[in-house]
């Protein structure tokens, strides 16, 4: 019963939302302000929420790489209005979830960057080309360097391609651990899965990090901070 009335209402907003958006009447401001709304939603229906490291962003001056684990569809849905409206971001983005109704035409209004997820020589040059052309613009990118969604982080399939965009852009990384398993893989549709009150959310960001030499201090650095804040949310 929860899972129908949470999922009900996103969708709902979602549409709402999209129609905005093919319009071309969809700001940034108002998917800040989804992104808030379906947070809200999930504590409505009991959900333990906890966001640390806002302050971290403070001094930073836009743009910057955002480098994330990938856990559900919720951090896809939440993810800028966590972040806030002061730094305008888009995602690097599987390119079937912009053909998605009514959601692909939100992710689209947000300019992302579509990789095939089928080559990675050529998905690599693209977030490369793309996302220095977006941090240009003032857009700060959000990367997943995990090729799909994992409810357990795995260092070992967490690649280094927010790094090499930082460092090509010559601009900031920031780390962004996050758990949102309470928002679970659907057996039909795989974006709408049950939802789980009991497990906690959490968003922890980190302090921004400058690229020198390779990036391999830095990606472990990364690494680090996610294990870390992952072994605190599920304490």
């Keep these: 019963m929860i899972t129908l009335r949470l999922h009900s209402n996103v969708i709902k907003k979602i549409i ?3 129609i905005k958006a093919r319009k071309g009447e969809y700001t940034y401001e108002e998917l800040v302000l989804d992104g808030l709304k379906i947070l809200q939603m999930m504590r409505n229906v009991g959900c333990r929420i906890t966001v640390e490291g806002i302050e971290n962003l403070q001094n930073l001056k836009p743009p ?5 684990n990938h856990m ?9 209005g966590v972040i806030g409206k002061e730094f305008r971001v888009t995602f690097v983005v599987k390119e079937s979830l912009l053909k998605y109704p009514f959601f692909g035409k939100i992710l689209s209004a ?38 799909t969604r994992e409810l357990i982080f795995d260092p070992a399939k967490f690649n280094t391609l927010g790094i090499k965009l930082a460092q090509k852009a010559s601009v900031a990384a920031v780390p962004v651990a996050l758990r949102t ?18 497990k906690p ?6 302090k921004p990090v400058i690229i020198e030499d390779r990036g391999v201090k830095e990606h472990l650095q990364i690494i680090e901070f996610i294990e870390a804040s992952l072994r605190k949310c599920y304490n």
């Design 201 to 206: 959310i959490c968003f922890f960001i980190g």
């Design 16 to 18: 709402l939302s999209a």
């Design 64 to 68: 910057c790489v955002f480098v994330a």
């Design 181 to 198: 398993d309470a928002w679970g893989v659907g057996r039909i549709v795989k974006d709408f899965g049950k939802i789980d009150p009991t």
């Design 72 to 80: 559900s569809t919720l951090e896809t849905l939440v993810l800028p």
């Design 110 to 147: 947000l300019k992302p960057i579509p990789v095939s997820r089928k080559n990675p020589k050529e998905d690599y040059r693209v977030v490369m080309q793309e996302g220095v052309k977006r941090l240009k613009e003032g857009i700060s990118v959000i990367v997943f360097p995990q090729a």
